[in-house]
């Protein structure tokens, strides 16, 4: 191998590694269970998801903001909440590390709750 071979194999699996990336991407099936958990109707209004790392592990930190609406939804706010930390999340790959209720807003009819997430890469 020459060297110039070795830096064009270099970019191409770097290339590689970032499809694979977002094929195991953990935020979209984590969406899925925290909607399920809050029950109907609810949406995801924002999600945003980012890169973290420690010397031993690697994953992704999210932001995720929910909204809840209907007559209930000051109720189902509750019962979302209640075992949050301790509820067991099913991903592909990953595992959830850490998840809090960073911010909860209430309007009539609607409930916004604004929550972090730490998902680790389980190997």
Do not use: Y
């Amino acid at each position: 191998m020459t060297s110039m071979d070795h830096i064009g194999r270099a970019a191409n699996l770097i290339g590689n590694e970032g499809r694979r990336q977002r094929a195991n991407d953990p935020l979209p099936r984590l969406l899925a269970q925290l909607v399920e958990r809050a029950g109907e109707p609810a949406s995801v209004e924002r999600a945003t998801s980012r890169p973290w790392a420690s010397a031993l592990f690697q994953g992704r930190r999210h932001v995720i903001l929910l909204r809840l609406t209907g007559a209930d939804a000051p109720e189902r706010r509750i019962r979302f909440a209640h075992g949050l930390e301790e509820a067991e999340w099913t991903l592909p790959s990953h595992f959830v590390a850490d998840i809090t209720i960073d911010d909860i807003r209430s309007a009539p009819g609607e409930e916004w709750i604004e929550l972090s997430a730490l998902t680790i890469e389980d190997w």
